[in-house]
Structure formats: structure tokens, C-alpha cells
């Protein structure tokens, strides 16, 4: 006979089985479905002769500090602490005379949990075991690390705009987990000189260098048992005391749920795409919206404003890259086309401008409003939902009026259903649709941050609710996170257009009809309307097509850092790069718009109107001859543009990559203490 042992963890079911002196452990991960796993293991015929069982974690019976004092007591002891490294929280159990003491623990935070770090490499496309392995190789950089929806768009940004490699990523992200571990040691208040790791996470070698860089004078120590540890305990626990033949998994109070989502499709109006159109002989438009999770690139018939070839693909942390792929598909749809004008949008919008050399670099939420405005004139609202950014759009007149942007959370975009339900429920995000509109009863998933909504998702399996139901809760948790967190308490307009990439999802529209108590319009190609708004509003402000580049020699160049500069053109020092594409140099980079102004000027045909003496003619008039002249000022020593052409020339010469690199001579000087008196 054998006595089995079982920890359901939040992303894997560990059973240990003791048999006389002999001891074998099982990890399986089960995809949000714990019970279905456990049942298929101790099925086979290894657990045939299994007497009693003992179960810890979600749905278990005994308690995880009882498991883990009981396979304390199987080591040779001597530990201060006990560190359980899972996939959801990380616990720190502080011994006292090798008992548990205390338990000390995060607040509820997926933030540097080992699942945030899965959910974060399986963006950049990679296996755990790369990520370990590449992580070896970067530095760590600051990452807005303390909340997982902050950590993950400050990722986005900072591949994006090339302030991080996704080596230096992989690195930050191990370094912020072992952070969050030793900020629980330092509660503790006492020297710990042997802490004992266990749980999944302590496979990952990176981690363990990370915890023993930080705190070298403790001996950070990793047993077979490890891995599973807990269940290990529980296992041990049953041999002592056998109670349960079977399995005693718990049951805990039940969610709610909401009206099945097939039941609004009257309230969801789509607009059918016009017909591709064939490419026109001449110069085409070409439309580029990078984003944070999908790069999207469009060409235009610059007479009938027409799409005739468009592409949309992941941008995996290097936009640029992406833009080219998309390039390259375009060439396959229509040919090697010449292109007349380009204009770009998109969280990258600028590092692309820079890349094509256009002036015409436009926001988000004008190049969203003139794809909408473009189908229909009356729109007066926009949902706009990307991968990982949300935005919420008035309009009057089709001029954009007030806007709002997820700032805070990203609970209300496509990143968080496409995480959700790959992560926890095994979907790929082109079935979520199909599995949502047939689910009867939507579980009414509570939590409205994306942080705790995995949580919940757990809560539900566990409680039975069906897949279908769980993904359906997820869409109407978008579309309320949206409301609620986006839009807020601005009032909604006549006339309700859902664009962006998370409105091909069918059943979000639905979830929004439902929410919003009135129609929603979902247009042509939902998610390009940012690259077709960005097309059509470089062919207003240009007025004519420039000079004709083909697609592929567009596609070509590679874009190269070539070095790095500290800007002395005020008294911030920003560390500013040096990139260059096709022979051309440009600077990139800063906190304020001077080098984007610096690239933007040269690749002006002709000078930009001064909008500010234009206002004040029409304002003012002739009548600004009645007001008094402006004080004479003493001559400045440099002029601004000097120091910026100062700055550039010595940057020349430079390859230190911050301030403090420098030549001692070219050191920026230290900022005096006073600046931040009296803040
Ligand atoms: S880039 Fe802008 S903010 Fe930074 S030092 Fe130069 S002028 Fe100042």
C-alpha cells in the first residue's frame, strides 16, 4: 500500500507517493484544471495500490504550514527560514527552533510572481529555459516593477523605444522577483543565515543567482525535494495518520452569473469591409501603426483613399523589425509598390518616424478618430481597445474633444483576455469568440484588476463553472474594467464605434451592448483603423505625395545604435542615442521633444507654419500695435539651439554611455543640493 500526497498549486497538481522506503514525485501542470489532472494522474496504474491520501493547496485539507513543518522535520534542519517560491505569491516562513514561527506574505499582487514572469516570456515568444538562460546575459534597468499592469506596459515602452534589450528584460524581471522575496526577509528583522527554497520556482537557476548576488553572507539552499516539497509533507502527514481513501477536495461559496452574451447580437452592428481595391499605377500612401502588442501597416490609393494591401502582426518588443515584416507581406500582396508619403502612429510612432524620415508622426487618438470618422461622419464615441493599451474617444463634429487613456490598469484590454485565457484555460485568442457567445451562463467574475482576476479564474474551475462560462465572465470583465476604469464618468454620445484589436473578439461588442444599454458600431477592419486614421491624416496635412520610395528599399535598411550622447542642453543630462538608417544619423531619445523636433525639421519639405503667431493675427489683429513692446532682454550667452548643437558635436566624439562614463572634463556638472530643497 502507498500513501499519496498532493499539493494543487495555482499552476501545477505535485503528488508524492511513499511505498515501504521507496519515494516518487510527480509534477503536472494543469492549465486551470486541477481536479480533471489530479483524477487522469491517480488513475494510472502507478497510484493502483494507493491507500490514503492527504491534499494541501486551493481545494485541500491540510494546511500548508502543517505540510511544510512535517517535511521539515525529514532534513537535517539548521534552516532560519523557509522560502516558498510558487507561480502565484511568494510566502517567506520564518522558524524559530526548526518550527514555523510566522508567515510572512505579500499584499495580493500577481507582480513579480513566477506567473507574471511566464505570462511576460511567453510574449517575447520564448521557452522558460531560454529565458533563464538569456536573462545570464542583461543588465538590470528600472521597470516600473511594483504592480504587474505598470511592469508590463513599462516593458512594452521600453523595448519598443530601444531603452532595453530583452536580455536586460529578462534580467529586470528576475531581479524585481528576487526583490520581492528579500524585501519578505527583511521583514523578518533578524539575521538569517540558511534560508531553505522550495517550490516551482526554485528550477530557475537565474533566480537563485539573483537571490545569493543580493544577499551574499546567507546560504540560499535547494534540496531535491524542493520542487515539491508540500506535497512531499502532505504525503508524510498520511503515512502518520491515514484518514482519507480518496482525495477530500473542499468546496468553497459559489460566483455569480450574468445573461448569456448571444442574446445582445441585435444590439451589434457591423460594418461590412468595401471591396479590396486593385493598386493604382502611381505613388501610394502607406499608413503604420506600431503598438505595443501588434504592429499594423495599410497602403492607400492616395485619389479614392481606398485600402489596397494591409498587414497586421505581433511586434514582439521590436517595432521596428515588425514594420519591415509588414513591409515585406504588403510587397507580396500587391508587388514592390512605390510609396509617396508615410505617415506613423502607435506607441512606437516616433522611433518609426525617425526610421522612414517622415514629419508625419500622429497620436493614437487622431489617427483613431480619422479611421472612424472616415466610415462614419456622425461617430461621437470611440472604444478603443488595443493589446495593451484602451483608449475612449469623443468626438464632436469628428474633431476629437475629450479623451481618456488605461494610465493605471490594463484590466479593460486585449492583453488581459489574451493572457487569461491562454495562460489559465488553454485557449488561443481566435477561439475565445466562438467559445463565449455559446456559453448560457457567464460567471460574474468579481475582481476588476487584472492582478487578481487570474485568481478568480482559479476560484471559478475550481468551483466547477465550465470553460465557456469562465471565458465569457473574462469578456464582460473587459468590457466593465473598460467602462469603469477608462471611460469613467465621461457621458456616452449618440453614436458608439468599438475599434482596435479586441474588437475582432465578436462577443466584446456583445458584452458592450449589454453594458452600455444601446448599439454598438463595430467598423471595416476594427483593428487598422489607427493605420488607414494615420494615412488619411498625413494625406490632409501633406496636401500632395513627396518623393517615391518602393516598398522593399523602404523595408531595407537596418537601424543601428551607433552610439550615445549626453544632452547639455538643459540641466536634466539626458542620455540621448545616436541611431542611423540608410547613412542617416539621427538622435533619439531625451524627456523632452528636441532631437524629435531636431529629425522632424530635416525631413520637412518646407518649413512648418508658426501655429502660435497665426492665432494671435487672428485673435489680435492689427490691435497687437497698441500693446506695449516686449521688455528688452540681455543677449543669452549661448543660444539654446548652440548648446543643442554643442551637445551634438561632442557627442561626436563620445561613446560613455551616461554621465558619470564621462571624461571628467565633459562630466555634466553636479546638480546642487538645493534643487530639491523645500519639495
Ligand atoms: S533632451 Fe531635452 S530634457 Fe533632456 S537634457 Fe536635452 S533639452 Fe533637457
Redesign the pocket.
Known amino acids: 500500500m502507498s500513501f499519496v500526497g498532493v499539493n494543487i498549486g495555482a499552476l501545477t497538481v505535485k503528488v508524492v507517493t511513499l511505498r515501504g522506503d521507496a519515494r516518487s514525485a510527480r509534477v503536472v501542470a494543469h492549465q486551470g484544471r486541477p481536479l480533471e489532472v489530479l483524477s487522469g494522474l491517480i488513475a494510472e496504474p502507478e497510484f493502483a495500490d494507493a491507500g490514503y491520501f492527504g491534499v494541501s493547496g486551493h481545494l485541500g485539507h491540510i494546511p500548508e504550514v502543517a505540510a511544510i513543518q512535517r517535511a521539515l522535520r525529514e532534513t537535517d534542519g539548521g534552516f532560519d527560514a523557509v522560502v516558498s517560491l510558487g507561480g502565484e505569491s511568494f510566502l517567506v516562513y520564518i522558524l524559530a527552533d526548526g518550527k514555523i514561527a510566522h508567515v510572512l506574505s505579500h499584499n495580493k499582487c500577481a507582480a513579480g510572481s513566477g506567473e507574471f514572469f511566464v505570462q511576460q516570456i511567453g510574449r517575447m515568444g520564448l521557452d522558460v529555459e531560454e529565458a533563464i538562460r538569456r536573462s545570464f546575459n542583461g543588465h538590470v534597468v528600472p521597470l516600473a516593477s511594483r504592480c504587474s499592469v505598470h511592469c508590463k506596459s513599462d516593458i512594452t515602452h521600453k523595448l519598443n523605444r530601444k531603452e532595453a534589450s530583452p536580455d536586460d528584460i529578462l534580467r529586470t524581471l528576475h531581479d524585481s522577483m528576487a526583490n520581492k522575496v528579500i524585501a519578505l526577509l527583511e521583514k523578518a528583522q533578524r539575521e538569517l543565515r540558511r534560508v531553505l527554497l522550495i517550490g516551482g520556482v526554485t528550477r530557475n537557476a537565474a533566480m537563485l543567482a539573483a537571490f545569493r548576488e543580493k544577499l551574499p553572507a546567507t546560504g540560499f539552499v535547494t534540496l531535491p525535494e524542493s520542487p515539491w516539497f508540500e506535497a512531499w509533507g502532505c504525503a508524510l502527514l498520511t503515512r502518520d495518520e491515514p484518514r482519507h481513501p480518496s482525495p477530500k477536495i473542499s468546496r468553497q461559496p459559489g460566483l455569480g452569473s450574468l445573461p448569456p452574451l448571444h442574446r445582445y447580437a441585435g444590439r451589434v452592428q457591423v460594418i461590412a469591409a468595401p471591396q479590396r481595391q486593385a493598386p493604382a499605377d502611381g505613388p501610394l500612401v502607406l499608413g503604420v501603426d506600431a503598438g505595443s502588442t501588434t504592429t499594423k501597416a495599410i497602403l492607400l490609393d492616395p485619389e479614392t483613399q481606398g485600402v489596397v494591401a494591409s498587414h497586421y502582426r505581433h511586434t514582439r518588443g521590436d517595432p521596428v523589425a515588425a514594420t519591415r515584416e509588414c513591409l515585406r507581406a504588403l510587397v507580396a500582396q500587391v508587388g514592390n509598390r512605390p510609396v509617396g508619403l508615410t505617415g506613423t502612429t502607435g506607441s512606437a510612432r516616433e522611433l518609426l518616424g525617425a526610421y522612414f524620415g517622415t514629419a508625419h508622426v500622429y497620436n493614437e487618438i487622431s489617427a483613431q478618430a480619422a479611421g472612424a470618422t472616415h466610415f462614419d461622419a456622425d461617430v461621437d464615441t470611440i472604444f478603443e481597445i488595443g493589446g495593451q493599451d484602451s483608449k475612449f474617444i469623443l468626438l464632436r463634429n469628428g474633431v476629437p474633444v475629450d479623451y481618456a487613456m488605461n494610465n493605471a490598469c490594463s484590466a479593460g484590454t486585449g492583453s488581459f483576455l489574451e493572457e487569461s485565457a491562454q495562460g489559465d484555460l488553454g485557449l488561443t485568442v481566435s477561439d475565445i469568440a466562438d467559445v463565449a457567445l455559446a456559453a448560457t451562463s457567464p460567471v460574474h467574475v468579481k475582481a476588476t484588476c487584472a492582478a487578481f482576476i487570474n485568481s478568480d479564474i482559479r476560484l471559478a474551475q475550481q468551483q466547477g463553472h465550465s470553460r465557456d462560462d469562465i471565458v465569457a465572465g473574462l469578456v464582460y470583465a473587459i468590457a466593465g474594467n473598460y467602462l469603469t476604469r477608462v471611460k469613467g464618468p465621461r457621458a456616452l454620445g449618440k453614436k458608439v464605434f468599438l475599434q482596435g484589436g479586441v474588437a475582432l473578439n465578436r462577443a466584446v461588442g456583445h458584452a458592450f451592448a449589454h453594458s452600455v444599454d444601446r448599439p454598438v458600431v463595430i467598423p471595416p477592419s476594427p483593428e487598422l483603423l489607427g493605420a488607414l486614421g494615420v494615412g488619411l491624416l498625413a494625406l490632409e496635412r501633406a496636401g500632395a505625395l513627396g518623393a517615391s520610395t518602393d516598398l522593399l528599399s523602404l523595408a531595407a535598411p537596418e537601424m543601428k545604435l551607433v552610439g550615445q550622447f549626453t544632452?547639455?542642453?538643459?540641466k536634466?543630462?539626458?542620455s540621448?542615442d545616436r541611431f542611423e538608417v540608410a547613412g542617416r544619423r539621427f538622435p533619439f531619445g531625451?524627456?523632452?521633444s528636441?532631437?524629435e523636433n531636431v529629425w522632424k525639421r530635416k525631413s520637412r519639405a518646407a518649413a512648418a507654419p508658426d501655429l502660435v503667431e497665426q492665432r494671435a493675427d487672428l485673435v489680435f489683429g492689427d490691435t497687437r500695435r497698441f500693446l506695449s513692446p516686449p521688455p528688452r532682454r540681455e543677449p543669452a550667452k549661448r543660444s539654446r539651439r548652440q548648446r543643442v548643437e554643442q551637445a551634438l558635436e561632442d557627442a561626436r566624439s563620445c561613446s560613455w554611455r551616461s554621465p558619470s562614463d564621462a571624461p571628467t572634463a565633459m562630466r555634466p556638472p553636479a546638480r546642487p543640493a538645493s534643487v530639491f530643497r523645500g519639495r
Open positions: 544632452c547639455r542642453a538643459c536634466l543630462f539626458c540621448v531625451g524627456r523632452c528636441l532631437y
